[in-house]
């Protein structure tokens, strides 16, 4: 899909709302088939360079993953990184 393509240029070029998009196409299966590890190393690399929502969905990934301790650690900083949700 066209939206994947351009998200995929954009995330090479750095941007961190293209990354927590394929985040959630990858993760979640959207327009491309359905690969967990690769959405969240797209999380991973929005999150390491402050992206608050993806650190957020790295707790669900987490949380899914049965990693309770490591899901409220990933909450815990997206909450004092500003998530309010």
């Known amino acids: 899909p066209r939206?994947?393509?351009l998200w995929t240029?954009?995330?090479e070029l750095g941007s961190l709302g293209a990354h927590y998009?394929?985040?959630?196409a990858y993760y979640y299966g959207g327009d491309v088939e359905e690969d967990k590890p690769?959405?969240?190393?797209?999380w991973q690399d929005a999150a390491?360079?402050?992206h608050v929502?993806?650190?957020?969905?790295?707790?669900?990934?987490e949380?899914?993953?049965?990693?309770?301790?490591?899901?409220?650690?990933?909450?815990?900083?997206s909450a004092k990184m500003?998530?309010?949700?």
């Open 63 to 77: 949380y899914n993953n049965g990693n309770y301790m490591l899901a409220v650690q990933h909450w815990m900083i």
């Open 38 to 42: 690769r959405g969240i190393r797209h």
């Open 9 to 11: 240029e954009a995330a």
């Open 53 to 61: 929502r993806s650190k957020h969905n790295l707790g669900f990934a």
């Open 3 to 5: 939206a994947i393509e």
């Open 82 to 85: 500003g998530y309010e949700r």
């Open 48 to 50: 390491l360079k402050g």
């Open 21 to 24: 998009n394929l985040g959630i």
